[in-house]
């Protein structure tokens, strides 16, 4: 049973900064896709950030590129999302999920195709 659990939201003022964890459980973190997705009120689920788990290749949505760096620790099983100069847009209930069957390339922005999912953690940003 893949669990996943994210920790670090919280609320901060526009221009602070932010580290989001993943923790995963009843998964080896050493084959697949991770990513970070959010979802503000009234608005889809947006993929944020992605890592394939053998390379460490990210992904990053335009709008993130530069502020955020997506990581994961292979010894700890956890992937975090360190974010900066965050801005009112970047609010949200922020969830990790996980594909273990495939790369990144073509799905880490299709909620779809992750078939686990942590239960989110919001971060709010002030402006």
């Known amino acids: 049973q893949v669990q996943l659990v994210e920790s670090g939201g919280g609320s901060v003022q526009a221009g602070g900064s932010l580290r989001l964890s993943c923790a995963a459980s009843?998964?080896?973190?050493?084959?697949?896709?991770m990513g970070w997705f959010r979802q503000a009120p009234g608005k889809e689920r947006e993929g944020v950030a992605a890592?394939?788990?053998?390379?460490?290749?990210?992904f990053y949505v335009d709008s993130v590129r530069d502020r955020f760096t997506i990581s994961r620790d292979n010894a700890k099983n956890t992937m975090s999302l360190e974010m900066n100069s965050l801005n009112p847009e970047d609010a949200g209930e922020y969830f990790c999920?996980?594909?273990?069957?495939?790369?990144?390339?073509?799905?880490?922005?299709?909620?779809?195709?992750?078939?686990?999912w942590g239960q989110g953690t919001q971060v709010t940003v002030s402006s």
């Open positions: 009843g998964y080896i973190m050493i084959y697949g896709c």
């Open positions: 999920a996980a594909n273990r069957l495939t790369s990144c390339a073509g799905i880490w922005t299709v909620p779809a195709r992750f078939p686990n």
């Open positions: 890592i394939n788990l053998p390379s460490g290749f990210p």
